[in-house]
């Protein structure tokens, strides 16, 4: 084989190695985006919960009730 086609050989598998690397770094950046969205909308949907007091029925403040005398 003559110098131009083994060059031509070498140069094609690393511009194709180089597809094939991009391709799946594409692929990890959409899965790893897809996780992320479901974890953004878990985050918002728990946002858009109303607000609940916790301290209530807690003596450190709040609307807790005093127990009855008698």
Do not use: C, W
């Not at 050989?9 to 597809?19: K, N, P, S």
């Amino acid at each position: 084989m003559s110098f131009l086609s083994v060059t031509l050989i070498v140069v094609g598998l690393f511009f194709a190695t180089l597809l094939v690397l991009g391709v799946l770094k594409s692929y990890k950046l959409k899965k790893e985006n897809d996780r992320l969205e479901a974890l953004n909308n878990a985050a918002e949907e728990e946002s858009e919960k109303p607000y609940r007091d916790f301290t209530e029925g807690h003596l450190y403040g709040g609307n807790h009730q005093e127990p009855k005398k008698g």
